[in-house]
């Protein structure tokens, strides 16, 4: 494709864009790509390979993605490398409690993990959320300003996505067949599903029930008391609203 064509939607300045943003700014080694398999990061990965820089994907597996989505990602985009986190979701929760809005300890040990160089690509859109609306194209990473993070398909709509998606006929996972409009870790608690993804994995849940009950045990072992009496009841909590809690001292208040 060249950088600009003309389709039914208009010119595609929002693409040639993009790939120039890439060529100024490769570096000398490689790009490392977020690639998360949803959506953006399948655009901004294909991107890449439309404007001929060097870099290299990385999917940083959270042991809670929908497993439709890691065999969508192992199938089809063999060349991303899977990074395997040194503990599971369960071993975290054993330690540090259920993840919440106040309290998400599991992007920074399983999302944010593996980065492979000083220069990342992500597919992070101003239209997603308030606080991606004030990023920068380019911008130092707040976690650790001795990386740059590079938004090329930050201005992006969703139409403007799905329209690349479907004009260069780029596979994406079967979930948004589904209605899906976000993929993440099942049970998440910024995610606006919770209690359906909760029910359709009962797998997962499970494993969250357990590994709820085996941190209770463990602070209680310690001589910790909370206001839950057994791991039924802290999941319950969580599973009703608890998730939504941005008390970050919740447990040092009930400790």
């Known amino acids: 494709m060249a950088l600009v064509e003309h389709t039914l939607f208009g010119d595609w300045d929002f693409t040639a864009k993009a790939i120039e943003l890439l060529q100024n700014f490769e570096p000398p080694t490689n790009y490392c790509v977020k690639f998360s398999g949803g959506k953006d990061s399948i655009v901004v ?16 597996w ?14 089809e985009y063999p060349d991303v490398v899977i990074s395997r986190p040194p503990k599971t979701m369960w071993q975290l929760i054993e330690e540090k409690g259920l993840p919440t809005r106040g309290r998400r300890w599991c992007c920074q040990h399983l999302k944010h993990r593996d980065v492979r160089g000083d220069l990342i690509v992500t597919g992070v859109r101003s239209a997603e959320s308030p606080a991606r609306k004030k990023s920068q194209a380019v911008e130092l990473c707040r976690q650790d300003p001795s990386q740059r993070l590079i938004h090329p398909i930050l201005t992006w709509t969703d139409e403007q996505v799905w329209e690349f998606i479907h004009y260069h006929r780029l596979k994406y996972p079967p979930l948004y067949n589904d209605v899906v409009k976000r993929l993440g870790c099942i049970g998440c608690p910024l995610g606006g599903g919770m209690t359906r993804e909760l029910a359709e994995n009962p797998k997962i849940a499970n494993a969250y029930r357990r590994a709820a009950g085996r941190f209770i045990a463990r602070k209680s072992a310690e001589g910790k008391t909370y206001k839950w009496k057994d791991g039924d009841e802290y999941y319950k909590w ?18």
């Not at 959270?62 to 199938?75: A, C, E, G, Q, S």
């Not at 969580?238 to 400790?255: A, F, I, M, R």
Request: charged share 25%; with cysteine; net charge neutral.
């Open 62 to 75: 959270t042991t809670v993605d929908p497993p439709l989505l890691y065999k969508f990602i192992r199938d």
């Open 238 to 255: 969580w599973v009703s609203g608890g998730s939504k809690d941005t008390n970050e001292d919740q447990y040092e208040l009930y400790g």
């Open 45 to 60: 990965y294909h991107l890449c390979k439309m404007a001929k820089v060097r870099f290299v994907a990385v999917y940083n």
